[in-house]
Structure formats: structure tokens, C-alpha cells
């Protein structure tokens, strides 16, 4: 017994027997022997010296000073904006978290199956409120066929009724015809150029109706080509009896060519576009090029023949944040007329949509050519899941651009501004409505739609829109 304690003892006592080898002194560090700090011996042992491999490197680096004088004046100006916008997040939380938004998008999303409706609503404009109904049916005559059926009225008397159809024609062509009837009672003239003062407002009755087909071939690296025919009437005449003034008492004795008329007549056009945008929900790079050109011969009594030239561009690029978006959209539009009688009013270049000036109304600006530019900048206000998923993105918006009835009416003077605010709706798969706030000198225009003014040139006879003027 004694001897085991005598021998535990002595193991203790000397570590080197009974643990193994000693540990080392440690070494002296670098910065007590006057060695650069960084480099030499220490107790882990040699530090090398710098290289790229040990640099140290910020992930959040200073701004540099040019970044920060843009950045700063849009987080002051946009500060209402986003404390706006975390207030509606919260609000969309709740709903989802009781679960308001899932039965919302039962009732009025679209139906799984080849058959589906949708119901949609619109405020704002002319038209002042008002609802539609749209059917489709996905799998028409063949798996990769499409009819769809609409219907539309509000509450001051604008209706409109359509009917299209899109089939595959091979592997890289398809072909669109559609027909369609629009009626608004209560249309907008101040008279024609840039220089239409807004208090010559009046009102006329507007009705137009349309039959056409198109043929579309892909060419490849995101080149498309696409012909189309179609057959229109616009009649112009006085508004209904509750909408004043009429245009026959502001513009008495100077009534616009081709008032109280039907221009009657069919259009040969030719489109040609490049685009390299993913998706119509939330597109964040690429664009869309198109130049188009049509000639539309008149079919009644007048000598009316005229050609329509129009360039576009739209652009989506990152911009500060990779779910920021700036949205770029400018195009130009000319109606050269080569027969002997005058253009009628009805069929030249005007403000609705999508050529819209956000914070005018429809129809303020009338003439035989228009230029524009829009910007959006977008970013996710709230989402499902990911910041791509299903959701509401915030924008703010800009317009700056003009009617002309010569090219040398393209002036300074003459550029109309707005800007404002607005809210899209985003799918699973697109777009699928938008609520905005425009602004200009003259007053403010609050809007409701189900489509937009980006990405909106294809499938024009498919979804109903109105071909006159032509775009």
C-alpha cells in the first residue's frame, strides 16, 4: 500500500515520465522582440507574412462618396413610401396568418383544368368602376391551343365584348384571331397637338369593332416575326345626353375630321422583336425590342390610306439590391398619311392604354404621333415564401413625354412629367393586377387594372385589346 503511494506520487512529481513529453517553452511573441506586427514567431507558432490568401476583407465595405449622394436622396424622399409599406406588410400578415388571402384567391383566382374563369375589376379613368369576366379554355381543339371569351361593363356605360383564339401552326409558329366591340359614351377630345389647353375638354361617343388574325414565327436566339390583318370600323359621334360639355357645342364650327362618321377600313402590319426578359411577374434583367410597321386602307366612301411606323424598347435592370428592379420603357409613333383626304380624329395616337401618361387622363393628348418615356422602380413589399414567390411589389413611377403633329413639335416646352406611386399583384406564374397614383401640373389620376404597360404587345387579338390606333 505504501509503495503505490510512494510510486503515484513520484509520477506526479515528474511529468515526463508518466504523461509523455514536456510542453514546450512558449515561444516569445513577435511583438515583444520589435518584429512587425503580423509576421514572425508566436505561441501557435510562425505567423506568415501577408498574402492574398490571409488578407482581411470587409463584406460590408464603406459606401463610396459617388454611391451615397444618389442613395441618400432617394432613402429621404422614399422614407413615407417605406414606412407606408411596412404598415401593409403587417396588415397582409394578418390576413394571411388568418387565412382571408388563401379564400380571397379561391374565389377570384384562376381555375385548375383546362376550363378555368376569372373575375376582374377595374377603377379609375374614364370608365369609372367596374368588373369582367373572362373565360378560357386551355386545351381547344388541341393540347396546345388556347379560346378565350370576355366581357366587360362599368358604371358610367363603357362595355366591351371579345372573343380569341391562339393555335399552334408547328413547332416554332402560332396563329391568333380574334374579334372584338367597345363602346365608350363618354370619350375625351381638347383638340389635337401638344398645345390642346385642358379647358377645351369635351365629350364624344366612341365605338369601335374589330376582326383580324395574325401569324407569328420564332427565328431563333429570341427573334420573333409577326404578320397580321385586320378589319376595323371607329365611329365618332355625340356623347350621351348626362355627359357635358359635347363636343359639338366646345368645338362648334371646328369639329375634328371624321366626327360623326364610321372610318371603315383594314390594316396589313408587320412587327419584328427581339426579347430576352424572363416571366411578366418579376422580371429583373433583359428587355424587349420591337419595331413595327402597318398600312391601313380605307374601305368607305373617303380616300383614306395612311402608314403607321412605331420603335419600342423596354429594359429591366438591377438596381441597388438584387430584388430592385428599375423598369425602362420608351417608345415613338408616327401616322404618315399618304391619301388624299384627312386623317379622321379617331384613329390617331392618343393617351390610354398602355400608352399612357400616368398623371393625365385618358384621352388628353390627341395627334398624329406620340413619344414617351416610363419608369418604375420596383421592390417586393411582401411575399409567400421567398422574395419571389407570390406577393405585392411597391413601385414609384415616372412619364415624360408628348403628342405631335409635326416632328418639330418634339420640344422641351411641350414634354408633359408625372410621377407617383403605385402597388402590383404578383402570381405564381405573372402578373396579375396593379393599383397606382399619378400626378401631373394638372391633377391626380388614381388607376385599377389587370394588365400593364410593360410587356404587353404580345397576344393582342387573343386577349381583346382594342387595335385602334394601331401600336
Same mark, same amino acid.
Given at each position: 500500500?505504501?509503495?503505490? $503511494?510512494?510510486?503515484?506520487?513520484?509520477?506526479?512529481?515528474?511529468?515526463?515520465?508518466?504523461? +509523455?513529453?514536456?510542453?514546450?517553452?512558449?515561444?516569445?511573441?513577435?511583438?515583444?522582440?520589435?518584429?512587425?506586427?503580423?509576421?514572425?514567431?508566436?505561441?501557435?507558432?510562425?505567423?506568415?507574412?501577408?498574402?492574398?490568401?490571409?488578407?482581411?476583407?470587409?463584406?460590408?465595405?464603406?459606401?463610396?462618396?459617388?454611391?451615397?449622394?444618389?442613395?441618400?436622396?432617394?432613402?429621404?424622399?422614399?422614407?413615407?413610401?417605406?414606412?407606408?409599406?411596412?404598415?401593409?406588410?403587417?396588415?397582409?400578415?394578418?390576413?394571411?396568418?388568418?387565412?382571408?388571402?388563401?379564400?380571397?384567391?379561391?374565389?377570384?383566382?384562376?381555375?385548375?383544368?383546362?376550363?378555368?374563369?376569372?373575375?376582374?375589376?377595374? *377603377?379609375?379613368?374614364? @370608365?369609372?368602376?367596374?368588373?369582367?369576366?373572362?373565360?378560357?379554355?386551355?386545351?381547344?381543339?388541341?393540347?396546345?391551343?388556347?379560346?378565350?371569351?370576355?366581357?366587360?361593363?362599368?358604371?358610367?356605360?363603357?362595355?366591351?365584348?371579345?372573343?380569341?383564339?391562339?393555335?399552334?401552326?408547328?413547332?416554332?409558329?402560332?396563329?391568333?384571331?380574334?374579334?372584338?366591340?367597345?363602346?365608350?359614351?363618354?370619350?375625351?377630345? =381638347?383638340?389635337?397637338?401638344?398645345?390642346?389647353?385642358?379647358?377645351?375638354?369635351?365629350?364624344?361617343?366612341?365605338?369601335?369593332?374589330?376582326?383580324?388574325?395574325?401569324?407569328?414565327?420564332?427565328?431563333?436566339?429570341?427573334?420573333?416575326?409577326?404578320?397580321?390583318?385586320?378589319?376595323?370600323?371607329?365611329?365618332?359621334?355625340?356623347?350621351?345626353?348626362?355627359?357635358?360639355?359635347?363636343?359639338?357645342?366646345?368645338?362648334?364650327?371646328?369639329? #375634328?375630321?371624321?366626327?360623326?362618321?364610321?372610318?371603315?377600313?383594314?390594316? %396589313?402590319?408587320?412587327?419584328?422583336?427581339?426579347?430576352?426578359?424572363?416571366? @411578366?411577374?418579376?422580371?429583373?434583367?433583359? +428587355?424587349?425590342?420591337?419595331?413595327?410597321?402597318?398600312?391601313?386602307? +380605307?374601305?368607305?366612301?373617303?380616300?383614306?390610306?395612311?402608314?403607321?411606323? &412605331?420603335?419600342?424598347?423596354?429594359?429591366?435592370?438591377?438596381?441597388?439590391?438584387?430584388?430592385?428592379?428599375?423598369?425602362?420603357?420608351?417608345?415613338?409613333?408616327?401616322?404618315?398619311?399618304?391619301?388624299?383626304? @384627312? $386623317? #379622321?380624329?379617331?384613329?390617331?395616337?392618343?393617351?390610354?392604354? #398602355?400608352?399612357?401618361?400616368?398623371?393625365?387622363?385618358?384621352?388628353?393628348?390627341?395627334?398624329?404621333?406620340?413619344?414617351?418615356?416610363?419608369?418604375?422602380?420596383?421592390?417586393? %413589399?411582401?411575399?409567400?415564401?421567398?422574395?419571389?414567390?407570390?406577393?405585392?411589389?411597391?413601385? %414609384?413611377?415616372?412619364?415624360?413625354?408628348?403628342?405631335?403633329?409635326?416632328?418639330?413639335?418634339?420640344?422641351?416646352?411641350?414634354?408633359? =412629367?408625372?410621377?407617383?406611386?403605385?402597388?402590383?399583384?404578383?402570381?405564381?406564374?405573372?402578373?396579375?393586377?396593379?393599383?397606382?397614383?399619378?400626378?401631373?401640373?394638372?391633377? *391626380?389620376?388614381?388607376?385599377?387594372?389587370?394588365?400593364?404597360? =410593360?410587356?404587353?404587345?404580345?397576344?393582342?387579338?387573343?386577349?381583346? &385589346?382594342?387595335?385602334?390606333?394601331?401600336?
Amino acid at each position: 500500500m505504501r509503495m503505490g $503511494l510512494l510510486l503515484a506520487v513520484a509520477l506526479l512529481a515528474v511529468p515526463s515520465a508518466g504523461w +509523455g513529453q514536456a510542453r514546450p517553452t512558449p515561444l516569445t511573441d513577435s511583438t515583444s522582440v520589435g518584429s512587425p506586427p503580423g509576421t514572425g514567431a508566436s505561441y501557435w507558432g510562425l505567423i506568415p507574412t501577408a498574402a492574398d490568401s490571409t488578407t482581411i476583407v470587409f463584406s460590408n465595405a464603406a459606401m463610396p462618396f459617388w454611391e451615397a449622394t444618389l442613395v441618400w436622396p432617394y432613402r429621404v424622399v422614399s422614407f413615407p413610401v417605406r414606412a407606408f409599406a411596412a404598415g401593409v406588410g403587417a396588415s397582409i400578415d394578418f390576413l394571411e396568418r388568418t387565412s382571408t388571402l388563401e379564400r380571397v384567391g379561391k374565389l377570384f383566382g384562376p381555375r385548375t383544368g383546362p376550363f378555368g374563369v376569372l373575375v376582374n375589376v377595374r *377603377a379609375g379613368g374614364l @370608365a369609372g368602376m367596374g368588373v369582367g369576366l373572362t373565360a378560357e379554355h386551355t386545351a381547344f381543339l388541341g393540347s396546345d391551343n388556347r379560346l378565350r371569351v370576355g366581357a366587360r361593363t362599368t358604371t358610367r356605360g363603357n362595355h366591351q365584348g371579345h372573343i380569341g383564339a391562339d393555335f399552334a401552326a408547328g413547332r416554332s409558329s402560332r396563329i391568333e384571331v380574334g374579334a372584338g366591340w367597345r363602346v365608350r359614351p363618354n370619350a375625351r377630345y =381638347f383638340g389635337l397637338g401638344p398645345g390642346a389647353e385642358e379647358g377645351a375638354e369635351s365629350f364624344f361617343r366612341h365605338e369601335t369593332m374589330w376582326l383580324g388574325a395574325s401569324y407569328g414565327r420564332d427565328l431563333g436566339s429570341g427573334f420573333s416575326l409577326t404578320g397580321a390583318a385586320i378589319a376595323s370600323t371607329v365611329e365618332a359621334g355625340p356623347p350621351d345626353d348626362d355627359e357635358s360639355p359635347p363636343i359639338t357645342g366646345v368645338f362648334a364650327g371646328e369639329l #375634328p375630321n371624321g366626327f360623326d362618321e364610321d372610318s371603315q377600313g383594314i390594316t %396589313l402590319g408587320l412587327s419584328l422583336v427581339h426579347e430576352d426578359v424572363e416571366g @411578366a411577374g418579376r422580371p429583373a434583367r433583359g +428587355g424587349i425590342r420591337r419595331l413595327h410597321a402597318a398600312y391601313f386602307e +380605307g374601305l368607305d366612301q373617303s380616300d383614306v390610306a395612311f402608314w403607321t411606323f &412605331r420603335g419600342e424598347a423596354q429594359q429591366f435592370v438591377t438596381l441597388w439590391h438584387r430584388h430592385h428592379v428599375l423598369a425602362l420603357r420608351g417608345y415613338m409613333s408616327w401616322i404618315g398619311n399618304v391619301g388624299s383626304d @384627312a $386623317l #379622321p380624329f379617331q384613329r390617331l395616337m392618343t393617351n390610354d392604354d #398602355p400608352d399612357l401618361l400616368r398623371g393625365y387622363r385618358d384621352f388628353r393628348w390627341r395627334g398624329r404621333g406620340m413619344v414617351a418615356l416610363s419608369a418604375e422602380y420596383r421592390w417586393p %413589399l411582401w411575399v409567400l415564401n421567398r422574395p419571389d414567390s407570390p406577393g405585392l411589389d411597391l413601385y %414609384l413611377l415616372a412619364d415624360i413625354g408628348q403628342v405631335y403633329n409635326d416632328i418639330d413639335e418634339i420640344a422641351t416646352e411641350n414634354l408633359t =412629367f408625372s410621377y407617383g406611386a403605385g402597388v402590383r399583384l404578383i402570381g405564381a406564374r405573372n402578373f396579375v393586377a396593379r393599383i397606382e397614383y399619378g400626378r401631373s401640373e394638372e391633377q *391626380a389620376v388614381w388607376r385599377l387594372r389587370f394588365d400593364q404597360i =410593360f410587356q404587353f404587345s404580345r397576344g393582342g387579338l387573343f386577349n381583346g &385589346r382594342v387595335p385602334v390606333p394601331d401600336r
